[in-house]
């Protein structure tokens, strides 16, 4: 007597439908639907079980030897013996109190206001109060080449100071336009070069690298302003918000022209492309008079000799040139502009230098007379001039 329901798959018959239906949710047929797609035999129910048994031993084994692998320390142990002692050792212990240190600080920072607010006095910026945002996860870079310092780089003393946010992606090697690690300096604009097609306006003429990078970190991070646009577009509420207009309209150059120069002057000198000769300055420009120059300590005579203080005297008998002179280190910024120039980069029109250097000198002498007559202003409010202290 034949059964009227069967499975051709596991070639089994029943003699009830509900058995049927609750076979075709089994494993096991469930199996062997796979082994019929891939063209096998299909298996009886006690091989079924002896696959299952085995199976679930190899698991207990993989588990028993994962458990001697310590994920902390990165470690692998051949024997569970081997793995408590690890366990147990002060170094393991230590590396596990850190790393519990170090979520529980990121989960704070995350929960609270980060960085609360930063006040900032800049040249074009102003004075700022903004709500630094966390950047993003870096990615980091593949380069194996060793971390540079920046020892060589003149940090010029500007006539502003300004207080560096904890944020600002060039202190921790960020590219300005995205997330992207590096692991050098000259590696971060080595990238921001190659990949974002930003290039240093007049990098021949510029003495102080790292200033105008912060100073462009600034920008970006506490400012939030595109490099391009700077306070002529649109105003945005985040670095990343910046930073995707940018690369999206391909602003990811600086503004090098208008009243934009007064404003990257501290980090440029002009001064090597002056003419040399009286056939294009003005009369009132540079005028040579043949008079005694110096200062508080030494004066200069018209000869060329150097006259000292007395008070100086034990550093005047030490053997050192007096006509030495301390030069600045461009060691990185010979490599940019090296690198520039192997991308096809053209040293700027002299002309067009010359011109620069006349506009920054003009809206300079703006400057100063625009400060001077506003501290003549405040010298007027005061009353008295006697010192404010309180005996």
């Given amino acids: 007597m034949t059964s009227k329901y069967t499975c051709i798959t596991c070639r089994v018959a029943f003699n ?6 609750q076979h075709y949710k089994t494993d096991w047929h469930r199996y062997n ?7 096998l ?5 006690e091989d079924f079980q002896k696959k299952v048994l085995k199976q679930r031993s190899d698991d207990a084994e993989d588990s028993k030897n994962s458990a001697t692998y310590c994920m902390v ?8 013996k081997a793995f408590v002692n690890h366990s147990n050792s002060k170094q393991h212990q230590d590396k596990l109190e850190e790393n519990t240190n170090s979520v529980e600080s990121s989960d704070t920072n995350d929960t609270e206001n980060i960085n609360g607010n930063i006040e900032i006095s800049c040249p074009s910026i102003g004075k700022v109060t903004k709500k630094a945002p966390k950047s993003e ?14 020892s060589d780089i003149d940090s010029d003393d500007s006539g502003w100071e300004v207080e560096i946010s904890e944020n600002n992606p060039i202190l921790k090697n960020n590219c300005l336009f995205c997330s992207h690690h590096s692991r050098s300096q000259m ?4 990238h921001m070069t190659l990949i974002h097609s930003f290039f240093i306006p007049d990098t021949e003429y510029l003495v102080d690298l790292k200033g105008l990078l912060l100073y462009l970190g600034e920008k970006v991070c506490v400012g939030f302003m595109c490099l391009w646009c700077n306070d002529r577009g649109k105003s945005f509420y985040s670095m990343e918000s910046a930073q995707q207009h940018m690369t999206d309209k391909g602003h990811c150059k600086m503004l090098h022209e208008g009243e934009a120069l007064a404003e990257y002057g501290d980090f440029y000198d002009y001064s090597s492309s002056y003419p040399d000769h009286a056939e294009s300055m003005e009369v009132d420009e540079e005028v040579d008079l043949n008079v005694i120059d110096g200062n508080d300590y030494q004066l200069v005579l018209p000869s060329g000799a150097t006259i000292g203080h007395r008070s100086l005297m034990k550093y005047y008998r030490q053997n050192f040139d007096p006509d030495r002179v301390v030069v600045p280190h461009r060691g990185k910024i010979n490599k940019v502009l090296s690198q520039y120039r192997a991308l096809g980069y053209k040293e700027s029109d002299k002309q067009a230098v010359v011109k620069k250097a006349r506009d920054i000198k003009f809206m300079r002498r703006v400057q100063n007379k625009y400060m001077m007559m506003l501290g003549t202003k405040a010298n007027k409010l005061q009353k008295h001039f006697r010192p404010q202290v309180n005996f």
């Fill in 73 to 80: 320390c990165k470690k692998s142990f051949k024997t569970a």
């Fill in 187 to 190: 590696k971060n604009l080595e």
């Fill in 41 to 45: 035999p299909p298996v009886t129910a």
């Fill in 16 to 21: 009830d439908v509900e058995i049927q239906r």
């Fill in 33 to 39: 639907l796979k082994r019929k797609v891939a063209e």
């Fill in 137 to 150: 996860a870096t990615q980091m870079d593949e380069d194996s080449d060793e971390y540079e310092t920046d």
